[in-house]
């Protein structure tokens, strides 16, 4: 394929390098430099998709974040990506792009059928055609409007790519590198600030890329180049392209993606694919510039009608015609640079011009060069289904209701120019009360609400000497405010062509007898008819026409429709623009990837997995890992065939008849030193705590205020003012954050500290009536007798050489002691107690059998105290203190908490000694009652006895208290089961506390 | 994502801090007799104001103290912070 549409030479692309690329299976040729729309255009492609609603076809419209339209699917890297801007997509050797919204091809389309079947899709249409009958929704609606209008398809596949986050503090953030942008960037960093320039293009300048202007004796584009090279040069700058600020949030936080490979074939091995910046700023310039406005007239969506600035663009940059037969219809003289730009380059254009006698400096060129200018004149349909053929154009009357006999002139494309409208998003964003601004029937910012300060075109001031200046001085006012530097840049000559002022002309009235659509937002196919319908029926309120009619909704945000939908709803309803207001501008101002968002907090990254010093051991010795909050720890140790049922069964009998052990380093650890330790404790546990001897440990309840238990576990006074706090894995912070609010806002005078060592301490259980004489074995230097170290006792040992502490506490209930040692001697410590315990037959066991163990023998852990139950449901109301007050105690004289049939935990076993109880399960007292079946109580937790070799579940149940031989039924309808059991005591092993003490 | 001044480590994001409420309730004393409508008033009822608000926000991911920040709660602005021992001034 020949590039028919490229100019012989000119535009900043790179002709000595040629890239090939695919476009819906053809394979064509482009240039570096190019982006995918401009290349598209050189190749004479107009046609590259179809519009969501309606399925007409559609081009190009703009040549940058602007496009509504141009929105493709792109394969890279043997990936997909849906969503893409063909004009923000730079040309890479092997690119390929498929169009979307097109169903089964761009050239035939079953949805255009929309296009003739109107009258289904008005304004609303999804609210009225697709609402009922409401089963029709998932069945047909839903896949039909997937499959025919969707945007493009996400990749299911996981993404290879890797996608980073940045944290970012600077002075000033200044956001486009536009006249404004570089000049304010320039004054800032010659006094020292810390700048930060935003560029969303690959290419810096902005409009100085397109203008023919003079800046200083040298062309605008050549200004831009030396600024941007000195700001390269300077250390307290950041310059970026390819980085569009998406999203300015409270207490000035910008987010802003940098595309960093998307430009490329292939990311590079560790290179990211994009980066998020999050920047926090003291101070914000915008200098996002403005978007030319189209005007609307009937056919106004055919593919060859675009902007005449994105026309002047693809000339100029690019070296691309978008056509050699160019309509330009205008009501501004930014129509006539383009006009003037096509000539240059050999063509003939014709300018519609709306306003009667406009005289300005550009005008005179334009006529010099002997331009075909047309004044009082409009285009008022565009002719052509697949690309722009003819125009219907006539002359208007001066009081723009009155349409002149309708003419037909050949043309291949229409340049619109509606004039300019600020790029406000940020501004509006960042809590900005705009205003509107008369002159130029367009919003600006007006009162900010944070530091920030918008220039330029974006602020509604569009001749480059007054933009520049303006800039200048801003840039020099908020850096001095901050480095108290002030060094003046001396301005520059500026030569710019004087404009005549806009026609404030917006849309074409439809001749008579014709019924052209007309529309208002590209992306989302919003017609004129659509919002007088709306405001036909009633909707008043601008948020609310948005909605109902999907007008500046989605990727768009209304960058080329917003203010010709005011325009329209402000007619009919006979308001001024500013009455009727804008819609709320929301980020991100264009589409942000996930993967952007997500950064590189995805699998093990999301959550960072915490290990034990001993993990490498369990790793070798088999063990099957299991989840506990950010732990990862043995759930069992698998022995050949065995499955998790058989391996539990086995590590939890050969704790009840020799010797166990259970890598507990995950419990919390909080350090308590200070002469009101006590005192803390006596108030945040409910039991007593004064009298708690040195070399003693003790178990204690904490409850929240609202009475429901918090958290469990033992306490050992290590010294006179020191004590050990665990707590479980799962509310190790919660209790460490706990304690620091009362000590720092409840209690201050309390001379306590407090502080987390959970990481400090490896732990192991040792556990069965064995572990006495391991014990011995390991500590021969110390009385472990249960003189020596009776039940809650606590000593400090020398394990070969190593320091430890020894704590006489047991969770399985058989005799049982904790050994902790520094975290780096943990494996140490393991692999001794391994040694030295074949002799007694020690098995290592994971959490399975942990839990088999505490639940026989009745105690209660997280799947009882789940947030929801008071001391008195887990059968602790031993531990309140009647003497003191405690955290919480309050709140258990409620009436509830204390009514006579409370629920209460209990043990339950299926009267067949066979069916394992599935936990969650319900208990009811009639299995075939009628729905809703009253319920009694649930299973918190289920296990297989090892003790009574038959399955046992812990169960909170109403008026458990009465309840012990009682016949019920456990009811589990999510696995289909009905169980009849019996309830029995929760301490369904040792009941009396024998073998801990033993 | 706010931008708060902790009053012992100067400026930090958001991210680093976890919200505690509202800080002008204070718990009653332990051991004192207390009607159960106070009780409730202390433990659950809160009220959802609009404006400024003086609430406990605990610096987990940097200093770990309790701290109080004056907030807007429709515009986020913040006016003021103070460490947990010193007083607010209603
Ligand atoms: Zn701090």
């Known amino acids: ?998 | 994502m706010l931008y708060i001044k902790c009053p012992h480590c100067g400026m930090r994001s958001q991210n680093e801090f976890s919200y505690g409420g509202d800080a002008t309730i204070k718990r009653p004393e332990l051991g004192k007799e207390i009607s159960d409508q106070d009780w409730d008033n202390f433990v659950y009822n809160r009220k959802s104001l609009r404006g400024k608000h003086w609430e406990l926000w605990q610096h987990i991911s940097g200093c770990r103290q309790w701290i109080k920040v004056e907030r807007d709660t429709a515009t986020h602005e913040i006016f003021n912070t103070l460490k947990a021992n010193e007083e607010i001034s209603l």
Not at chain 1, 157 to 166: A, G, I, S, T
Not at chain 1, 829 to 836: D, P, Q, S
Not at chain 1, 981 to 991: A, L, N, Q
């Open chain 1, 1 to 998: 394929m020949t590039q028919n549409f490229r100019l012989e030479s000119g535009g900043l692309i790179n002709r000595g390098k040629k890239i090939s690329f695919k476009f819906n299976g053809k394979n064509y040729f482009g240039y570096e430099g190019d982006t995918l729309a401009s290349a598209l255009i050189a190749n004479g492609v107009h046609l590259i998709g179809r519009s969501f609603k309606y399925h007409r076809p559609r081009g190009f419209f703009g040549a940058g974040v602007d496009e509504p339209y141009a929105i493709v699917q792109l394969y890279r890297n043997g990936e997909t990506e849906p969503n893409i801007k063909a004009t923000e997509q730079e040309l890479f050797e092997g690119l390929e792009a498929k169009s979307v919204n097109c169903w089964p091809s761009v050239n035939f389309d079953v949805g255009a059928i929309n296009n003739f079947l109107k009258i289904f899709l008005p304004a609303g249409f999804y609210y009225k055609t697709f609402m009922w009958p409401k089963s029709f929704w998932y069945k047909i609606y839903e896949p039909f409007i997937r499959k025919a209008a969707g945007l493009g398809t996400a990749s299911i596949k996981h993404d290879k790519e890797r996608y980073e986050h940045k944290y970012e503090y600077c002075d000033l953030l200044i956001t486009g590198s536009g006249p404004s942008g570089l000049a304010s960037a320039y004054a800032a960093a010659k006094n020292g600030a810390k700048v930060i320039l935003a560029e969303d293009k690959s290419r810096f300048g902005g409009t100085l890329l397109t203008s023919d202007v003079n800046i200083g004796n040298q062309s605008g584009k050549e200004w831009a180049d030396s600024i941007v090279s000195e700001l390269k040069e300077m250390s307290n700058v950041t310059i970026k392209n390819r980085s569009q600020v998406f999203g300015y949030y409270d207490h000035n936080m910008l987010v802003m993606s940098e595309r960093i490979s998307d430009h490329l074939p292939k990311t590079k091995k560790y290179h990211p694919k994009q980066k998020l910046w999050y920047i926090r700023a003291k101070e914000v310039l915008i200098s996002s510039g403005s978007i030319e406005r189209p005007i609307v007239f009937g056919n106004n969506d055919t593919p060859g009608v675009m902007l005449s600035s994105a026309a002047k663009e693809y000339m100029k940059v690019y070296g691309v015609l978008v056509g050699k037969k160019p309509l330009i219809f205008t009501n501004n003289d930014s129509g006539y640079e383009t006009a003037i730009e096509f000539k240059k380059n050999g063509i003939n254009p014709i300018i519609l011009d709306t306003r009667k006698e406009p005289q300005s400096e550009i005008i005179d060129e334009a006529k010099n060069m002997n331009i075909n200018i047309k004044n009082s004149y409009v285009v008022v349909a565009a002719q052509g289904y697949k690309k722009v053929k003819s125009a219907d154009i006539a002359k208007i009357s001066d009081d723009k209701e009155k349409l002149g006999s309708i003419e037909n002139i050949d043309c291949d494309c229409i340049c619109v120019s509606g004039f300019w409208t600020p790029t406000i998003h940020l501004a509006s964003q960042s809590g900005n009360k705009t205003k509107f601004k008369e002159e130029i029937d367009a919003f600006v910012p007006g009162t900010s609400k944070q530091n920030e300060k918008t220039l330029g075109a974006a602020n509604g001031i569009f001749t480059l000497e007054e933009t520049l200046k303006d800039s200048f001085e801003q840039g020099n006012r908020l850096s001095k405010k901050i480095t108290n530097n002030d060094n003046k840049v001396s301005f520059p000559n500026v030569v710019e062509k004087k404009s005549a002022v806009h026609d404030k002309f917006w849309c074409v009235p439809l001749p008579k007898g014709k019924n052209y659509k007309r529309f208002l937002d590209f992306q989302n196919d919003v017609a004129v008819s659509d919002i007088e319908i709306a405001l036909k029926e009633g909707y008043r309120s601008i948020e609310h026409v948005k909605r109902y009619t999907t007008l500046g909704m989605a990727t768009d945000q209304g960058k080329t429709s917003n203010l010709n939908g005011l325009q329209l709803v402000s007619k009919i309803e006979n308001k001024v623009v500013p009455a009727v207001g804008h819609t709320t501008f929301r980020p991100p101002y264009t589409p942000v990837s996930i993967g952007a968002i997500v950064g590189r907090e995805v699998g093990k990254h999301s959550k960072p997995t915490r290990k034990s010093p001993m993990h490498s051991w369990h790793e070798k010795n088999n063990a099957v890992f299991v989840d506990a909050g950010v732990w990862l720890r043995p759930r069992y140790y698998k022995r050949g065939d065995e499955n998790l049922f058989e391996a539990s069964k086995r590590e939890a009998k050969n704790v009840r008849t020799n010797v166990g052990v259970c890598d507990v380093t995950t419990l919390g650890k909080i350090d308590i030193k200070g002469p009101d330790a006590a005192e803390l404790l006596n108030r945040v546990y409910t039991n007593a705590w004064l009298k708690l001897p040195i070399g003693k440990a003790r178990y204690g309840v904490m409850l929240r205020e609202d009475g429901i238990v918090m958290d469990d576990g033992t306490t050992t006074r290590i010294s006179e003012n020191h004590y050990h706090m665990t707590t479980t894995t799962a509310q190790a912070a919660n209790v460490l954050s706990h304690l620091e609010y009362y000590l720092q806002l409840v209690w201050p005078e309390l001379n306590v500290n407090v502080v987390s060592t959970t990481e400090q301490w490896a732990g192991a259980a040792i556990a069965g009536p064995k572990s006495r004489d391991l014990l011995k074995k390991l500590f021969p230097k110390s009385d472990v007798t249960n003189e020596g170290l009776p039940f809650m006792g606590y000593i400090e040992g020398d394990l070969f050489g190593v320091k430890a502490k020894i704590f006489r506490i047991s969770f399985s209930g058989e005799l049982a002691y904790e050994v902790n040692v520094e975290s780096d001697y943990g494996y140490f410590m393991w692999e001794k107690i391994i040694e030295i315990g074949e002799e007694f037959g020690i098995q290592p066991y994971g959490t399975e059998a942990l839990s088999t163990l505490r639940i026989e023998m009745g105690h209660v852990a997280g799947s009882e105290l789940d947030g929801r139950t008071i001391p008195y449901d887990n059968s602790l109301e031993g531990l309140l203190s009647k003497k003191k007050d405690f955290i919480g105690k309050r709140s258990l004289t409620r009436k509830a908490f204390a009514a006579e049939d409370r629920q209460k935990i209990v043990g339950v076993v299926p009267l067949d000694k066979k069916t394992s109880i599935p936990e969650g399960s319900h208990l009811v007292k009639d299995s075939n009652a009628p729905l809703p079946n009253p319920k009694l109580g649930y299973i918190s937790a289920s296990c297989w006895s090892v003790e009574h070799d038959n399955p046992f579940s812990l169960a909170i149940l109403k008026d458990g208290k009465n309840m012990i031989g009682k016949k019920l039924f456990v009811m589990s309808p999510l696995k289909n089961k009905v169980i009849p059991v019996e309830i029995v005591s929760s301490h369904y092993v040792d009941p009396k506390g024998e073998r801990v003490r033993s």
